[in-house]
């Protein structure tokens, strides 16, 4: 028997690995992704060694197996040798790459998420006794700012906030089409906004939330916010000076951030649950039981900018044209500041049993998660 997992090297792709590698037993995981099978095999063992929990038994690592692959390529790009050695004995496929894209152009997050999930399935057509665990997102739920979102909801009545959320939904409804053709069981994991507070060393994938550095920063590079000296002032050029910026967004916004290592622990254990039930497809919201205020998540970081102070406003008038600089890089978290929704956790916890609901994510967590992001102030 035999695992086959793809993006093994992505934010939550290594963490999976280790999750599957620190199970007893000996079957073989393959490793599918693009480069030599040697430049996979330091990329993974790179991360591998970085996450130092859940401990991996003795010669867990030899378990490794590496084949070059492209979901976007015909066949995923696979030589017949390859294809034969990630067929051999496959008992579990768990599909973790994917291209996440919030720009506007379309074609190339459908080429990756929907079509490259169609060719995977080609692969599994090939193995009738192995089941898919695919990585989807909670966000499928798109512009629905308000109520308790359910496991099994998947409606495109309310629209999407980013193309990203549209390919994601797309290829649910893909997977339980070809369940339902098929005869074959699929679980689907949504996690929500995944976040470490452990520094990421360099040359391994930045975490999600890395999105409100990123545009604070390219705030401050800006022409608009360069003539007023914000970016001396983000890295405290000017002591004693502090400014205030409003930002637009729903006072009671939320976001749900949850723990990468929680959400792939209870990812690996949910799939050792048996599959019960009539439905061919299972889905299971991967999010954290408490919401995350939207203004707590500005003002951790306060840590990484100290002369920085950012107030969520329902509506700002009269913008000051660093608030203007600010709302123009939005574009990288829309809709996002809107949200008050929950999900739902029904499936999740069934699957998972006794397994301890994670802890807070709360302001000091989030200014220890920014402080160790790897994004430079500009000058």
């Known amino acids: 028997m035999s695992i086959l997992l793809t993006g093994a090297t992505g934010f939550l792709g290594c963490r999976l690995l280790r999750e599957l590698l620190a199970e007893d037993g000996e079957e073989p995981v393959t490793v599918l992704g693009r480069g030599t099978p040697e430049t996979l095999r330091a990329r993974v063992e790179a991360a591998l060694a970085w996450l130092s929990d859940p401990p991996l038994p003795d010669g867990a690592v030899s378990r490794l197996r590496f084949v070059t692959g492209d979901i976007t ?3 995923l790009g696979l030589t017949a040798a390859d294809r034969a050695l990630s067929l051999d004995g496959l008992r579990q496929v768990w599909h973790s790459a994917a291209l996440l894209n919030f720009m506007d152009d379309p074609i ?9 999930t169609h060719t995977l399935l080609g692969l599994l057509d090939a193995a009738p006794q192995a089941e898919l665990l695919h990585i989807s997102t909670a966000y499928v739920a798109g512009r629905r700012s308000t109520g308790h979102v359910l496991e099994d909801d998947l409606c495109e009545d309310s629209g999407f906030m ?19 053709r098929n005869r074959r069981n699929v679980t689907i994991l949504r996690p929500s906004l995944l976040v470490t507070d452990r520094p990421v060393p360099p040359g391994l994938p930045p975490q999600p939330t890395d999105f409100l550095i990123r545009m604070i920063d390219e705030m401050a590079g800006s022409w608009t916010a360069r003539s007023h000296g914000i970016g001396h002032l983000l890295k405290g050029g000017l002591r004693g000076d502090r400014i205030e910026v409003r930002f637009e967004a729903h ?3 939320t976001l749900n951030l949850l723990q990468a290592d929680y959400a792939a ?3 690996a254990r949910a799939a050792a649950a048996p599959h019960t039930g009539p439905a061919r497809v299972r889905t299971l919201h991967v999010t954290h039981p408490h919401e995350t205020r939207f203004q707590t998540a500005l003002g951790a970081l306060s840590t990484r900018y100290p002369e920085l102070s950012l107030r969520v406003c329902a509506d700002v008038t009269n913008p000051t044209s660093v608030e203007r600089a600010l709302a123009d890089q939005t574009w990288r978290m829309p809709g ?8 739902d956790r029904t499936n999740l916890r069934q699957a998972t049993g006794s397994l301890p609901d994670p802890r807070p994510i709360d302001h000091d967590y989030l200014a220890r998660a920014y402080s160790q992001a790897d994004t430079p102030v500009p000058a």
């Open 162 to 180: 980013s193309r990203y959320e549209e390919s994601k939904y797309t290829t649910e409804r893909l997977l339980h089409a070809w369940a339902a």
């Open 108 to 116: 190339p997050l459908h080429r990756s998420n929907v079509l490259g």
């Open 336 to 343: 996002l500041s809107t949200l008050r929704r929950t999900y």
């Open 251 to 253: 006072p009671e916004g």
């Open 265 to 267: 622990h209870a990812m």
């Open 73 to 75: 390529r015909p066949g």
